[in-house]
């Protein structure tokens, strides 16, 4: 059982800063991602972003292109997601998840192809 820890989290006001991270207790899959995504009040869990442990493949959704940025240290098996110039609509719970599926797919972006998951983190965006 693969577990995944997020921390990070927090307030910050409009074009503010936040640095989340995902530590991973082991790598479940040969060939496997780690995604990002974002769950506001009332909507849909949404992918943010993703990036592959095989290489430095990485994907975003459209809405955080050129702000947000997922990195990766495979020392310590954990994965960042830095986020800048933030916007009141990036207020959402945010979580971390692995899967055994390759950032830059189609599939990259679906919740359902993603097996474990964080407890997830509260981000706040003030304007």
């Known amino acids: 059982q693969v577990q995944l820890v997020e921390s990070g989290g927090g307030s910050a006001q409009t074009g503010g800063s936040l640095r989340l991270s995902c530590a991973a207790s082991?790598?479940?899959?040969?060939?496997?991602?780690m995604g990002w995504f974002r769950q506001a009040p009332g909507k849909e869990r949404e992918f943010v972003g993703c990036i592959n442990w095989s290489d430095d493949n990485t994907g975003y959704t459209d809405s955080v292109k050129g702000r947000f940025t997922v990195a990766r240290d495979d020392a310590r098996n954990t994965v960042y997601l830095q986020m800048n110039s933030l916007k009141p609509e990036d207020t959402a719970v945010y979580y971390c998840?692995?899967?055994?599926?390759?950032?830059?797919?189609?599939?990259?972006?679906?919740?359902?192809?993603?097996?474990?998951w964080g407890q997830g983190t509260q981000v706040t965006v003030s304007s």
């Open positions: 998840a692995t899967g055994a599926i390759y950032c830059g797919s189609y599939f990259s972006r679906r919740t359902d192809k993603y097996t474990y």
């Open positions: 082991e790598r479940a899959f040969t060939t496997d991602s």
